[in-house]
C-alpha cells in the first residue's frame, strides 16, 4: 500500500512559469515532509521541508504547502529554469522510536523545464 | 564539509562474489541509513544506524551485511547476490534527532551478474 503518492509522473512547463508538484499521503503519522531533487546517476538532493506544524515554508524559488487535513502537500517552483528539469521526490516521515525516523518517498515526478 | 561520499561509484559482481560499497560522512551525523533504489522507483529504506548501533533492519536478506566501524563511516558488505539485487544504493545520513533531513550521497550503481 502506497503511502507517498505523487500521481504525476511527469510535468512539462515553460521557463519562468511556475511549475507544480503534488503529493499525497495516507498515514495520519507522518509528522514531517520532505521534498528532493534527483538528477540521473545521483543521489537524491535536499531541496526543502516542512513540519506539520506548519502550512507553508518558503526558499527562495521554493515554496512547499501542506494541507494537513486533506493530507496533501505541493510544491512551487516560480519562476522555473531549464536547470531545475530533474526528478522530484516527495518523502515523508514518521518516528519509528527511539533516535530513529523512517523516511518513506514517493514514485517521484519528472520536471521539464522548456527553453 | 556537508557532503556525503560514496565509492564506488559503479561496481560490477559475479553471483559468487564478495564486494562491499563504503560511504563516508564528515558532518557529525550520528545516523547513517542504506537504501535500494530501482529503475523508476523511490528509494527504499534498507539498514538505520543510530549511533553506530544497528537500530533498523527493514527485513533485508542475509546477503546483505551492514557495518558500521566508526561514527563516520558505514559499509555494506554483499555476498552471493542474485541479479535481481542489481540496483542504484544509496546512503544517507541525518542528524541523530533530526532524522527528518536526511543528506544522501551519489550512489552506488551495482549490476550482479
Known amino acids: 500500500d502506497q503511502q507517498v503518492k505523487q500521481n504525476s509522473p511527469s510535468l512539462s512547463v515553460q521557463e519562468g512559469r511556475i511549475s507544480i508538484l503534488n503529493c499525497d499521503y495516507t498515514n495520519s503519522m507522518f509528522d514531517y515532509f520532505l521534498w528532493y531533487k534527483k538528477y540521473p546517476a545521483e543521489g537524491p538532493t535536499f531541496l526543502i521541508s516542512?513540519?506539520?506544524?506548519?502550512d507553508k515554508n518558503e526558499d527562495g524559488r521554493f515554496t512547499v504547502f501542506l494541507n494537513k487535513s486533506a493530507k496533501h502537500l505541493s510544491l512551487h517552483i516560480v519562476p522555473s529554469q531549464p536547470g531545475d528539469s530533474a526528478v522530484y521526490f516527495c518523502?515523508?516521515?514518521?518516528?519509528?522510536?527511539?533516535?530513529?525516523?523512517?523516511?518513506?518517498f514517493g514514485k517521484g515526478t519528472l520536471l521539464t523545464v522548456n527553453p | 564539509d556537508t557532503e556525503v561520499t560514496q565509492t564506488p561509484k559503479h561496481l560490477v559482481m559475479g553471483m559468487t562474489n564478495k564486494k562491499s560499497l563504503k560511504c563516508e560522512q564528515h558532518m557529525g551525523h550520528r545516523a547513517m541509513y542504506w537504501y535500494k533504489q530501482k529503475a523508476k522507483k523511490p528509494p527504499e529504506l534498507m539498514f538505520v544506524?543510530?549511533?553506530?548501533?544497528?537500530?533498523i533492519n527493514e527485513s533485508v536478506p542475509s546477503r546483505f551485511s551492514p557495518e558500521c566501524p566508526n561514527s563516520s563511516l558505514l559499509n555494506l558488505h554483499l555476498h552471493a547476490l542474485q541479479p535481481e539485487d542489481s540496483a542504484l544504493y544509496l546512503c544517507?545520513?541525518?542528524?541523530?534527532?533530526?532524522?527528518?533531513?536526511?543528506?544522501f550521497g551519489p550512489g552506488t550503481r551495482l549490476t550482479v551478474l
Open positions: 518523502a515523508a516521515s514518521a518516528w519509528s522510536g527511539g533516535s530513529n525516523y523512517k523516511l518513506t
Open positions: 544506524y543510530s549511533y553506530e548501533k544497528l537500530s
Open positions: 544517507a545520513s541525518s542528524q541523530a534527532r533530526q532524522g527528518n533531513e536526511q543528506f
Open positions: 516542512i513540519s506539520s506544524i506548519k
